[in-house]
């Protein structure tokens, strides 16, 4: 069976991520632009693959300031790293529409093996006649695995920033009209 491609509707789906701020409240982002691709055999979910690409200057939280401290190079340093890329490796069906997507998230110049917790959230029919699904994924990473050390102390163990960021996905997908057969090309095909 041919493979079915689905484009992410980044206006109807976001990449939220947060952190602590002095260990006590959590400062909120969005990643504003970004684009993703995924290929499905209905007959064979577990073979699902997903690529996303993100815009790292689209980094916004609400305040300019900071912002633009996110994006120099004490963070993610978005002149020399402009994009940030996950591509899966494999994904691990769990049963009542949860399941473990494994990737290489690569930002920062580091790449590195993450695991998402996965929610199918249900598929319909828009009113211009075009298939979606929606999924939730969420996962957690050591900001410092990439290399994004910054950071101001106060007190005896008490830090401005929070080592661990927390992502949360929500996602829209639309099936594509034309499907795709298999080893015909992905992500990198497309334009």
Same mark, same amino acid.
């Given at each position: ?8 509707d980044s206006g109807h789906s976001g990449i939220h991520l947060s952190a602590r ?6 400062v909120r982002g969005v990643f504003s632009r970004w684009s993703g691709t995924m ?44 994009e940030i890329t996950f591509r899966s490796l494999r994904v691990e069906l769990l049963? #009542?529409?949860? =399941?473990? *997507? ?6 920062? &110049?580091?790449?590195?093996?993450? !695991? $998402? ?52 996905? #929500?996602?829209? =997908?639309? *099936? ?6 298999? &080893?015909?090309?992905?992500?990198? !095909? $497309?334009?």
């Amino acid at each position: 069976m041919a493979s079915q491609r689905w484009e992410m509707d980044s206006g109807h789906s976001g990449i939220h991520l947060s952190a602590r701020h002095m260990m006590l409240s959590r400062v909120r982002g969005v990643f504003s632009r970004w684009s993703g691709t995924m290929f499905t055999d209905s007959s064979d979910l577990a073979g699902t693959t997903v690529d996303v690409f993100i815009d790292a200057s689209s980094v916004e939280t609400g305040i300019a300031e900071r912002d633009a401290h996110l994006r120099s190079a004490d963070f993610l340093d978005v002149a020399r790293y402009p994009e940030i890329t996950f591509r899966s490796l494999r994904v691990e069906l769990l049963g #009542d529409g949860r =399941a473990a *997507l494994a990737g290489e998230l690569t930002f920062h &110049g580091v790449t590195r093996e993450v !695991s $998402l917790a996965v929610e199918f959230t249900g598929k319909c029919c828009d009113p211009w006649g075009h298939e979606r699904a929606g999924f939730c994924a969420k996962t957690s990473l050591d900001r410092r695995d990439y290399g994004l050390v910054w950071n101001q102390f106060f007190g005896a163990e008490s830090s401005v920033v929070g080592h661990q960021v927390d992502i949360e996905i #929500d996602v829209e =997908a639309v *099936l594509q009209d034309q499907p795709v057969r298999p &080893g015909s090309g992905g992500a990198e !095909s $497309l334009s």
